[in-house]
């Protein structure tokens, strides 16, 4: 004896609700690895680019400095200010990261200091 109709469609039902339910879940995970990839890439930039500023020891600026730099075949746009604080021998380096250049709020930003030796 086999199934009836109603048994199969109930079934099918059921296996579709379960199948949708996965495939949201997957979903998620596929958008949060994204998210997390982008962070990651955008953190090496911010470090990259406040390695180089420490390096080739650019004059202290009020405005903030902009570029943008490729990796993982994206343009990644950064921008990075150096601030003086109370003591004279040490400024605060702020590098801000976008994949887009019109977004509003940056992917990652980073803080450093630089020791002044004058």
Same mark, same amino acid.
């Given at each position: 004896?086999?199934?009836?109709?109603?048994?199969?469609?109930?079934? /099918?039902?059921?296996?579709?609700?379960?199948?949708?339910?996965?495939?949201?879940?997957?979903?998620?995970? /596929?958008?949060?690895?994204?998210?997390?990839?982008?962070?990651?890439?955008?953190?090496?930039?911010?470090?990259?680019?406040?390695?180089?500023?420490?390096?080739?020891?650019?004059?202290?600026?009020?405005?903030?400095?902009?570029?943008?730099?490729?990796?993982?075949?994206?343009?990644?746009?950064?921008?990075?200010?150096?601030?003086? /604080?109370?003591?004279?021998?040490?400024?605060?380096?702020?590098?801000?990261?976008?994949?887009?250049?019109?977004?509003?709020?940056?992917?990652?930003?980073?803080?450093?200091?630089?020791?002044?030796?004058?």
């Amino acid at each position: 004896m086999g199934f009836s109709l109603l048994e199969v469609m109930v079934s /099918l039902a059921i296996f579709s609700i379960v199948g949708i339910g996965i495939m949201k879940v997957i979903n998620e995970k /596929l958008i949060w690895s994204k998210v997390l990839e982008n962070k990651i890439v955008s953190s090496w930039v911010a470090d990259n680019v406040l390695a180089e500023m420490k390096l080739v020891k650019i004059k202290q600026t009020d405005n903030w400095l902009k570029g943008q730099e490729i990796m993982m075949n994206k343009v990644w746009y950064w921008q990075y200010k150096e601030i003086k /604080l109370q003591n004279e021998n040490v400024n605060k380096i702020i590098v801000e990261v976008r994949s887009q250049e019109s977004n509003t709020t940056p992917d990652f930003m980073l803080e450093g200091y630089r020791a002044i030796n004058e």
